[in-house]
């Protein structure tokens, strides 16, 4: 099997309601589509969403890295080596993580295509059901409130709450949600950077003293504010999770080390695709220290990829974060992957399991050997 060219498209899809953090304002995911396509007719899909403000990259960006620099080391190469083709993917070009992820995406479908094996199988294997949170994007203190009680009748046992605009009012809304949740779901916060060091501290006491317990705090300083994350998770006794902090293996590694969190955030559009978020968990998981995977604001095909690298990898990743799919109005990619409110299930079909992606848009660039 070996790949005979490489095709783009667009995928956009509403969101039931406005997504709202400490950085941006979102009303749909917008996805860059890529499809590989092999010598016997195979297709292998990925996907990368635009998050200039988190990874530095736009559609445009991603497609032009793919289709420039990526995508020609790939061309002719044989699905069979796996190794060698995430290394070209790897080393083509610096950064530009998304674009990566969009592509080994697409080749570990292509992967699973070829032994006739789900993924997740082909990972090491695992538990084919997982139970994800659900975000709680900022907004009027009511609001949120109504949105928490909300996702507790679609059965979300876990809700991850943004805050990290006005740390006062934050504490409120925390307080608000918790007291109207009363102990039926565990609460997470993601500050989205929001937050100043010693900012992050005392809203954090605050919470503490109030009686409010946190199953941890995401990202609340600046993703490359090593040392002030570590003055927070050396001041708290909520866990402290990287978020931007942490990408690859390499900043793992750092935050790790200098004991900045308790718990990696691994997302395959910051580690550059699975193979290392694979390393990510491994490395982790040898350090002692917690793994949660996440994704951004993205289609269902990416998060069907994160959902086998999660059921993979149980031993290390024992958090979940990807709800995107149910943040959306509908799913139009129909997969190996069912998302139902909290519970993702993966099916035995082969790669990814994508049989069809509706309102799809196919762009004028298709990428072919020469």
Not at 154 to 174: N, Q, S
Not at 222 to 230: A, E, L, P, Q, T
């Amino acid at each position: 099997m070996k790949i005979q060219s490489i095709q783009f498209g667009m995928l956009r899809v509403p969101l039931k309601s406005p997504f709202k953090t400490a950085l941006r304002t979102v009303e749909q995911v917008e996805d860059v589509i890529l499809i590989i396509e092999t010598d016997n007719g195979c297709r292998g899909y990925g996907s990368a969403p635009a998050t200039a403000v988190i990874t530095g990259e736009t559609h445009g960006s991603i497609i032009e890295a793919i289709s420039k620099v990526i995508a020609p080391r790939l061309i002719g190469r044989s699905i069979e080596d796996l190794n060698d083709l995430t290394n070209r993917v790897q080393h083509s070009i610096v950064k530009n993580y998304s674009a990566k992820a969009a592509v080994e995406i697409a080749l570990y479908d292509l992967f699973g295509q070829l032994y006739d094996a789900p993924v997740y199988k082909l990972l090491g294997g695992g538990d084919n059901v997982i139970t994800t949170d659900i975000t709680i994007s900022v907004d009027y203190i009511d609001k949120m409130v109504e949105d928490a009680l909300a996702a507790l009748e679609l059965g979300f046992e876990t809700l991850k709450i943004k805050v990290g605009k006005d740390p006062a009012l934050d504490v409120e809304r925390i307080k608000a949600i918790h007291a109207a949740v009363n102990d039926r779901a565990l609460i997470r916060l993601d500050a989205n950077q929001g937050w100043t060091p010693k900012q992050a501290v005392r809203v954090l006491r605050t919470l503490e003293e109030s009686g409010v317990q946190l199953e941890l705090v995401e990202q609340p300083v600046c993703g490359d504010d090593i040392d002030g994350m570590k003055y927070v998770n050396e001041r708290v006794d909520t866990p402290v999770m990287a978020d931007e902090s942490s990408f690859g293996p390499r900043q793992a590694m750092d935050v790790i080390i200098n004991r900045a969190a308790d718990i990696i955030n691994i997302k395959l559009m910051k580690t550059g695709g699975i193979s290392n978020a694979i390393k990510v968990a491994d490395l982790s998981g040898t350090f002692g220290a917690k793994c949660l995977i996440g994704c951004m604001l993205e289609s269902s095909i990416g998060v069907a990829a994160a959902a086998h690298v999660a059921a993979a990898k149980s031993a290390e990743i024992t958090m979940v974060d990807l709800d995107a799919p149910s943040l959306c109005a509908f799913d139009p990619v129909q997969s190996g992957v069912t998302f139902n409110h909290s519970e993702i299930t993966i099916s035995d079909a082969p790669g990814l399991g994508i049989t069809g992606i509706e309102g799809l848009e196919m762009l004028d660039l298709k990428v072919v050997g020469t």
